[in-house]
Each structure stands twice: as C-alpha cells, then as structure tokens.
C-alpha cells in the first residue's frame, strides 16, 4: 500500500499509545487524589464550623476552652489556651449586694436612660451607653470586657502619669467616650457600678493574664491606613446601621441609640481610647458589623484599618490633650497628638505607616535609651 506505515513506526507509535494511556491515568489519579482530598479540608472545616458555632452559655463550666477555633490572625495566641469567662447574671447574689450589682450592670448597658441628653438622673453625657463599646455589658471577649479591671486599681496610669483610682478610670471614659462628666464619686450610681465591676473581675487576681481582655491587636500594614479606602468599606459594611453621618439611629423615644452614633458632636471625642486607631481597627475587627465575633470576623485587616482611619478622620469633640503621656517614652505610637519621642509627623502617628515608627523605636531603644513605646508590640495597650 502506498500509506502503509512501517513496522518499526508502527511500533513506535503502539509504545507511545502506551505512554500516552498511562500518562493520562497518572493524571486522572492526581486530580481524583487532589478531589478527595479538598472534600476532606471542606469537611473539617465545616465540622470546626459547627463546634464554633455551639453557643457558649455563661453558665457552663466547661469554660470554652474545650471548644477547638480556626485562628484568625493574631487571634490565634488565644487558641488553646483558655478565654475568660464572665460569671453568669444568675449567679448574682440576692440582697443589698446582689441589688447594687444589677443597677451597675443596668448602668453600664443602659448608662444614656440615666445620664444622657435626657436622662433621668443628671443631663451629663452624650448619649451612648458605656455598653456600646465594653459589649454585652462588659462580659464579651475581645470586647473591652472588664475581666481584669477592678483587681488592677488603684494603679499607675501611663496615660495620666499619676496612681488612678477606681473612680478615676471610670471618669475618664465618661468625660473622653462619653463626652461629659461622671456623677458624683459617692452616688449610689458610681459606687452600684464599681459593685458590678467587682463581681465581674472576682475571679482574676492583680497582674495576672487573663485572655480575651481588650481587643485583638492586628499586625501594622506597609502602607498608611487609607480613609478613601475606608469609605467604601463604610458604605457597604456600616452605613445601614451607623447612618451615611455616622449619626447613628436613636430609638423611638428619643433616650438613647439602637446604633450608637461613630462621629459628630453626640459620639466619643477624640481623647477617647476609640480615636486611636489601633484599638478602634482591633474593635471592628472583632465585633462590627454588629453580630461579628473575634474567630468569625466579617472584615479584612486592611478593611479594619482602612474603615478605621475614615471614621477617626471625620469631625467630633475636641479635647486638650498635651498633659496625656507626660512619660513620652512610654506613649503609645498611634496616641493621635503630640507632643512625640521622635520626628514623625502627627499624621503619620494618627494613620501610620507605623513600622517606620516602630523601627525607629527600636534602634532607639537598642542605644540604651529608655524609649519603650514598644509597650504596642508587645500587644499591650497602656
Ligand atoms: C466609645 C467607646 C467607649 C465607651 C462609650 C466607653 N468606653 Fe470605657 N473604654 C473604651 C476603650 C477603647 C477602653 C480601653 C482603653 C484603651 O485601651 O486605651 C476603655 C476602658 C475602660 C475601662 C478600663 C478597663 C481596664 O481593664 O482597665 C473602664 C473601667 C471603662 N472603660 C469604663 C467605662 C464606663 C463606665 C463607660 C460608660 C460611662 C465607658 N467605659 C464607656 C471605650 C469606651
Ligand atoms: C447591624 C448593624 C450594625 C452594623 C452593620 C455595624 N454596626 Fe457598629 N454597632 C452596632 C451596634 C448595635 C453597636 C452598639 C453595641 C451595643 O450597644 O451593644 C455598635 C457599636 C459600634 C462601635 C462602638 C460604639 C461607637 O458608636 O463608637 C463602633 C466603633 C462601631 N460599631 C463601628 C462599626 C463599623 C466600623 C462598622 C462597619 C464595618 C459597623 N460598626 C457596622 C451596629 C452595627
């Protein structure tokens, strides 16, 4: 035949048939392999999911050790290791004591009823409640709970430069957060809450390291936070609740908010530990949009950061804050003004980039010098 394929061609072509089969059947068990085992990584991740997701009530004493979390960032130092635990409303005594708990925990989550721009009490504050950023009344991890609190004080105050008292602590979150004044020292008000404190820290000894106090600090980007950034995120993840002025939304009757107002003159002022943008990132990250938890947050690093610095770049309350920090060495590095340790601008404190700011630090610190601004690395918050 005029097209007849040689022998020796034909055979070729047989063995290379042969190759080809057998190299298809590699291929074809590699991706079944690879089928099998991304069906495997779904399920664990679901079966983790689900353990996540068993409610952990206050009452039980398994403590939520026990419960095994996909580690979320910087989050993940947490895992294993046991998270506080608030005790439970039920547990609180009956009689006098027990009474003076429950109004100071009630003042704490419903502070605007009693001391808002209509409160009953006194008219001395901006209208949030103390609840609004120490969450589920100061019980939530991650949260700005008050697990370690009442053991620490009377203590030396880094931003005061003086011992703070109990009372001192508290009257700062309501002239700074809550943009007003604190009722008297000796009412039954302040001393229910410094009740309710008590109860809530008894179980924590002074100095000793409770997790799941404060908020996760995230690690810095390269780059400086980037308010326009951070609109968009506002747009899409805040603003339904939070208002396209960050005026949040009152409730019918006028005493306080159902969405606690983000800037503005009825929001924290700018003296606020919130205004600093590490702790207000660390804050949304593990709590916001509303419902979010620290091993099921809703936003990105970047986002947090980002949505941070568009908030804390919008107007609110000034105060003076020169005598804060008066040991600049221990500072924090995003304390929003100056006077500073070093020649970075108030601008680049207030949105970063913060790892300049961090290495300059160091090399300080490595000459001897007592500049320990570094308190931030160490993930503590003055
Ligand atoms: C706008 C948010 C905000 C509001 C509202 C607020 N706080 Fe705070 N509070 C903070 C933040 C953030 C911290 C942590 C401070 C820091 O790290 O700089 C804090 C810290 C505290 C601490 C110290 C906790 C500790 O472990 O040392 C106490 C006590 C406190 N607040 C009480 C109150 C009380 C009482 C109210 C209501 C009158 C209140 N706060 C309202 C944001 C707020
Ligand atoms: C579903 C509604 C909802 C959404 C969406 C939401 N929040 Fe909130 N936010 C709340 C509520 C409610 C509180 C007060 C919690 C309380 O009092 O228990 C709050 C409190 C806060 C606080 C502390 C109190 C204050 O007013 O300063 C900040 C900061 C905050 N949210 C930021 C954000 C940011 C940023 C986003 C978007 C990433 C966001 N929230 C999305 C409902 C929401």
Redesign the pocket.
């Known amino acids: 035949m005029l097209f007849a394929v040689p022998k020796v061609l034909m055979q070729d072509f047989d063995q290379e048939k042969q190759r080809v089969i057998i190299y298809t059947a590699k291929q074809v068990a590699i991706v079944a392999m690879l089928f099998v085992l991304c069906g495997l990584i779904f399920l664990s991740i679901n079966i983790l999911d689900v353990q996540q997701q068993q409610p952990v009530t206050p009452s039980s004493s398994a403590g939520i050790s026990t419960v095994k979390f996909v580690p979320a960032d910087t989050i993940a130092k947490a895992v294993g290791t046991k998270l506080w635990q608030a005790p439970a409303v039920a547990d609180i005594p009956a009689g006098e004591a027990g009474e003076a708990i429950r109004y100071g925990r009630e003042l704490i989550a419903h502070t605007a009823k009693y001391f808002g721009p209509r409160g009953k009490i006194a008219r001395i504050s901006n209208g949030?409640?103390c609840?609004?950023?120490h969450?589920?009344a100061g019980t939530k991890v991650f949260a700005n709970n008050y697990a370690v609190f009442f053991a620490n004080y009377p203590k030396q105050g880094i931003r005061s430069g003086k011992t703070d008292q109990v009372t001192d602590r508290i009257s700062d979150c309501f002239t700074r957060s809550l943009g007003g004044r604190m009722p008297p020292k000796n009412s039954k008000e302040i001393k229910a809450m410094i009740s309710y404190f008590k109860w809530l820290g008894a179980a924590t000894k002074r100095g000793e390291k409770v997790n799941g106090t404060s908020t996760e600090k995230l690690p810095y980007l390269d780059r400086a936070a980037d308010p326009e950034k951070g609109r968009f995120?506002?747009q899409q993840?805040?603003k339904?609740?939070?208002g396209l002025k960050g005026e949040?939304l009152k409730t019918a009757d006028q005493l306080s908010y159902?969405?606690?107002?983000?800037w503005g003159k009825n929001?924290?002022t700018d003296a606020a530990g919130?205004y600093r943008i590490s702790n207000?990132a660390g804050?949304?990250k593990n709590n916001?949009?509303?419902?979010a938890d620290y091993h099921k947050p809703q936003?990105s690093n970047e986002e947090a950061w980002d949505?941070a610095a568009y908030?804390n770049t919008r107007p609110r309350l000034h105060r003076d804050q020169r005598k804060d920090y008066p040991d600049l060495s221990r500072k924090p590095i995003d304390a929003p003004f100056g006077p500073y340790p070093d020649e970075f601008s108030e601008q680049q404190h207030k949105l970063g980039p913060f790892k300049p700011i961090v290495d300059y630090a160091k090399r300080r610190a490595g000459k001897g010098n007592d500049f320990t601004a570094l308190t931030d690395l160490k993930g503590k918050k003055p």
């Open positions: 949030m409640n609840q609004n950023c969450l589920e995120v506002y993840k805040c339904s609740c939070h949040g159902v969405y606690p107002p983000l929001s924290y919130m207000f804050f949304v916001m949009p509303f419902g936003l949505v908030v």
